[in-house]
């Protein structure tokens, strides 16, 4: 098992940057795949980025390819998603995940953990 508190959410302009955290409980974080997923108001949850378990491989969403950087230091517990160039846009609730199997990075239903999510918002 392990559980997820995600920190560094928060009120930006536009063009700015924010790092979010995600901590997680455990000694078996290393054996983790790691997501972060986002919500606006009134849409559905979706992929943002995501990170192998001994980050080696990174994946992202196109619309934040180029802006945002997702990293992990195992020795920590702790998975970060740097968010440059912000856009309004980027606007919604950002959730930190934990995936143990293999698929698609991007496929929430292979995250079996979940935090409880940071709001993030980027003013125009």
């Known amino acids: 098992q392990v559980q997820l508190v995600e920190s560094g959410g928060g009120l930006v302009q536009a063009g700015g940057s924010l790092r979010l955290s995600c901590a997680a409980s455990g000694r078996t974080f290393s054996s983790y795949a790691m997501g972060w997923f986002r919500q606006a108001p009134g849409k559905e949850r979706d992929f943002v980025a995501a990170i192998s378990w001994s980050g080696g491989n990174t994946y992202y969403a196109d619309s934040v390819k180029g802006r945002f950087t997702i990293s992990r230091d195992n020795a920590k517990n702790t998975v970060y998603l740097q968010m440059n160039s912000l856009k309004p846009e980027d606007t919604a609730v950002y959730y930190c995940?934990?995936?143990?199997?293999?698929?698609?990075?991007?496929?929430?239903?292979?995250?079996?953990?979940w935090g409880q999510g940071t709001q993030v918002t980027v003013s125009s």
């Open positions: 995940a934990a995936r143990a199997v293999a698929g698609e990075p991007n496929k929430e239903g292979l995250y079996g953990h």
